[in-house]
């Protein structure tokens, strides 16, 4: 049996309408500390939805969630990011003005010289904005950016984007992080790299939830697969007995069920390549949720044709 200190967070009885129709209705849901946990299932199963929910980018019509024993239901995004609970977007988001280091900088949260009254005096916020600047520069590294750490982040590929958002998130020090759809348009050059670090996180203190399709991928990384469809979890347990339950074929019918049944927890991603697309930047803080002030060129930071792996290297 689950005891409470091993559960990170809990939601009962959340659910969330739009014009009649109930999009999210979840009974019971949770996550184990130290996990990565997968969210699947077929296109308007209500995934992206109940993210939103639990990270307070839309509201809920009822329910409650706890994280850390916190009740967050009815909480800001920014206030949820601050206990530690980040997300990350379908599309990356980046400030394409700066420099690839610049944007993992933004991410860490309580820094000194954001408080107006320290802002003046240096003293008082240069030490630790030295070691955030070390942090960042390690956290550039070990997504592989390195050799494009001084680069503006609008000419990154889409995939490299990914990679970037990941290391800000973990640059916030979150406790848990909710990745929706991480493998979205990244090209294979860069999918084994993004894949590789999201398998690191739960050994850096990080639990994981995630949004994927791929069936190769939640195979590959997931302690746990959960299943939504028409906004219910019908199904729950390893990739492989997720696989194999027919509620969760029949979700999937029109598709290739038979695909479902083969993976299992070490199947090894082999899926068709997928294009590395250009991305835009958003007009929200992607740690915080906060709308940025002033008008925005979304297509300022437009990235060229094409990718290269992380870093500049060849695979």
């Known amino acids: 049996m689950t005891t409470e200190a091993e559960v ?3 939601a009962r009885d959340v ?9 999210v209705d979840v009974d019971h849901f949770e996550i184990r500390r130290g996990s990565i946990v997968a969210l699947i299932g077929p296109n308007g199963a209500g995934k992206t939805t109940f993210f939103n929910l639990l990270t307070g980018f839309e ?3 009822g329910g409650s969630w706890t994280f850390e024993g916190q009740e967050l239901a009815g909480k800001h995004a920014y206030a949820i990011a601050q206990a530690g609970m980040v997300r990350t977007f379908q599309s990356a988001r980046v400030f394409p ?28 916020w240069r030490s630790q904005d030295q070691q955030l600047a ?8 070990w997504v592989g950016l390195g050799a494009k750490a001084g680069d503006f982040a609008g000419t990154l590929s889409g995939g490299q984007r990914k990679l970037l958002e990941l290391a800000r998130s973990v640059m916030s020090s979150p406790s848990l992080l909710m990745l929706d759809e991480p493998m979205a348009g990244v090209n294979p050059a860069l999918r084994q790299a993004l894949l590789d670090k999201i398998s690191e996180l739960p050994g850096e203190g990080i639990t994981v939830l995630f949004v994927e399709h791929d069936m190769d991928v939640v195979s590959a990384v997931s302690d746990r697969v959960v299943c939504m469809a028409e906004g219910t979890i019908i199904a729950s347990g390893t990739a492989g007995e997720v696989a194999a339950d027919e509620r969760v074929i029949e979700a999937y019918l029109g598709g290739s069920s038979g695909d479902l049944r083969d993976h299992d927890r070490n199947a090894a991603p082999d899926a068709a390549p997928h294009e590395d697309v250009p991305v835009h930047d958003e007009t929200a803080d992607p740690v915080t949720g906060r709308p940025e002030p002033g008008p925005r060129d979304l297509h300022a930071g437009d990235p060229p044709a094409g990718d290269e792996p992380a ?4 695979t």
């Open 311 to 314: 870093g500049g290297a060849t």
């Open 59 to 61: 509201k809920a019509d």
């Open 97 to 124: 003005r700066l420099t690839v280091t610049d944007n993992v900088r933004l991410g860490a949260q309580h820094q000194k010289g954001e408080q107006l009254w320290r802002a003046p005096f240096a003293g008082a």
């Open 8 to 10: 990170i967070l809990t």
């Open 15 to 23: 659910h969330r309408t739009f014009g009649g129709v109930r999009a």
């Open 134 to 141: 070390v942090r960042a520069a390690e956290l550039v590294d």
